[in-house]
């Protein structure tokens, strides 16, 4: 009964095993076959003398042993030889060298070598699957999945696909207004499959550019058919974005195809990104237009370029300074990185006053950065810094309050009587 029941266990290991996905039919019976052979090998110090035949179909398998006939007191080897009178029980025509096969039953071999074989099964299973994990999520690297909230961690959040393929939402790749609850289905880009250990992890994103890339090939059916070519994209996740579209047919408008009438099929993108808001605009080889778009809302009067050193001077109206700066610094950090260039933003003055002093005499009392930062918000003299004030400046360049604090006192003292 104990045998019967043996082989049952076993059965259900292979029906089990053929259920699994991912695995090809090959695989499958060299692994299974691997299995048996270690366990035998581990048992009579051999598996060269055994043939194993698995049907996948039945989820069932044979062993076969191969023995050689020799005299009864020639025997040495019960695993590899048999003797010449038990070969005639079997039949009564063998002869001493010739080789008996004879069908054995692994459950004969007792219960500790099936409770092996079925450990040796899981453990490769287990790597199979890791395996097979590892190859299917690597080549999805860049692609949006599905899942559904698991657990929620302080750090991370745990997710399972339709397939039970645990995914990990880590805290630094969540736009910073994302709230989730257990059981809510999330979207969000593959960003890379780790493998320490063969202990595959699937990481996902929902702060990478490639992921508001992959949102725009599902709304606007240009991009998915390739008419339209996303070139350059820049995020401040949840905040604000810039794509830059060019297209490769003349009759369409790719700025206006991304957005879709009335803002149709950009609505859905934003809501998806908590409500991030995106300026799309047309691309251009030449750096000097391609600034000037990636600066809008504001309008340039000139550029300066330094192309070797990727740096661009802009100058505009004082008006338009705050609208190329944005709140925070917002749209002059999103066009740095969406031109890979620095920006430095100037207000267009005819001339200096007389007694104001260009902030890059100051560079033995305030840091490089600091002055760096003040250009940018368009302040290139101590009067401009002066003319500011306290908590504008704090806000548009992003400078500590006591980092202000300072610069203004020495600007201050310089205009002292």
Same mark, same amino acid.
């Given at each position: 009964?104990?045998?019967k ?18 695995? $090809?039919r ?10 048996f052979?270690n366990?035998?090998a ?6 060269? *003398? %055994?043939?194993?035949i ?5 989820? $069932? ?7 050689t006939? &020799?005299? $009864? ?12 009178t ?8 063998f002869?001493?060298g ?14 500790? +070598? ?6 040796t ?11 097979s994990l590892?190859?299917r ?8 999945v ?9 750090? =991370?959040?745990?997710?399972l696909?339709?397939? @039970? ?6 805290k630094s790749?969540?736009?910073? !207004? ?9 979207r969000? &880009?593959?960003?890379? &499959?780790?493998?320490?250990s *063969? ?10 550019? #490639?992921?508001?890339e ?19 994209? +820049?995020?401040?996740?949840g ?9 490769y ?14 803002g +149709?099929?950009?609505?859905?993108? &934003?809501?998806?990104?908590?409500? /991030? ?5 047309n %691309? !251009?080889?030449?750096i000097?237009?391609?600034i ?14 330094d192309?070797a *050193?990727?740096?661009?001077e #802009?100058?505009l109206?004082? /008006?338009?300074v705050?609208?190329?700066? @944005? ?11 969406? !031109? ?5 933003v100037?207000? /267009? ?5 007389? $007694?104001?002093?260009?902030l890059?005499?100051?560079?033995d ?6 002055i ?11 009067r ?6 306290? =908590?504008?400046?704090i ?6 309050e ?15 009587d």
């Amino acid at each position: 009964m104990a045998k019967k029941v043996e082989t049952i266990s076993l059965i259900d290991t292979f029906s089990e095993f053929k259920e699994l996905k991912n695995i $090809d039919r090959p695989t499958m019976v060299s692994v299974l076959e691997e299995s048996f052979r270690n366990v035998l090998a581990k048992m009579f110090g051999t598996d060269e *003398n %055994y043939d194993v035949i698995i049907n996948p179909d039945k989820g $069932d398998f044979e062993i076969w042993r191969n023995r050689t006939i &020799v005299e $009864d007191d020639a025997l040495e080897d019960e695993n590899t030889q048999i003797t010449l009178t038990e070969a005639h029980k079997i039949d009564e025509d063998f002869e001493i060298g010739e080789e008996v096969t004879d069908e054995v039953h692994f459950a004969d071999f007792g219960r500790r +070598a099936v409770l092996n074989l079925r450990q040796t099964l899981a453990s490769k299973i287990l790597e199979l699957q890791k395996d097979s994990l590892y190859n299917r999520f690597i080549e999805r690297v860049g692609q949006i999945v599905s899942a559904e909230v698991y657990q929620i961690w302080k750090k =991370e959040i745990l997710l399972l696909d339709d397939e @039970g393929n645990e995914m990990l939402l880590p805290k630094s790749e969540q736009i910073p !207004t994302d709230f989730f609850r257990k059981g809510e289905s999330v979207r969000a &880009v593959v960003e890379r &499959v780790e493998n320490k250990s *063969n202990n595959p992890k699937i990481i996902l994103s929902r702060t990478s550019p #490639v992921f508001l890339e992959r949102l725009f090939e599902l709304e606007v059916p240009e991009i998915h058919e390739g008419l339209i070519l996303i070139r350059r994209v +820049a995020r401040m996740p949840g905040e604000r974005a810039k794509v830059a579209v060019e297209s490769y047919d003349e009759r369409i408008d790719p700025v206006g195809a991304c957005v879709g009438v009335k803002g +149709a099929r950009i609505h859905g993108i &934003v809501r998806e990104l908590r409500n /991030e808001n995106i300026d799309v605009i047309n %691309y !251009t080889n030449n750096i000097n237009l391609f600034i000037q778009r990636s600066l809008s809302p504001a309008k340039i009067s000139s550029i300066r370029l330094d192309e070797a *050193n990727k740096k661009a001077e #802009v100058f505009l109206k004082p /008006e338009e300074v705050s609208l190329a700066i @944005g709140k925070g610094g917002m749209n002059i950090k999103l066009a740095c990185m969406l !031109t890979g260039y620095t920006i430095d933003v100037f207000r /267009e003055t005819d001339d200096i006053e007389e $007694d104001d002093i260009y902030l890059d005499e100051f560079k033995d009392e305030i840091d490089e950065w600091v002055i760096d930062a003040l250009k940018r918000i368009g302040c290139d003299t101590a009067r401009n810094v002066l003319a500011i004030p306290r =908590e504008e400046l704090i806000e548009k360049a992003d400078l500590e309050e006591g980092t202000v604090d300072e610069v203004l006192s020495i600007l201050r003292y310089e205009f002292e009587d």
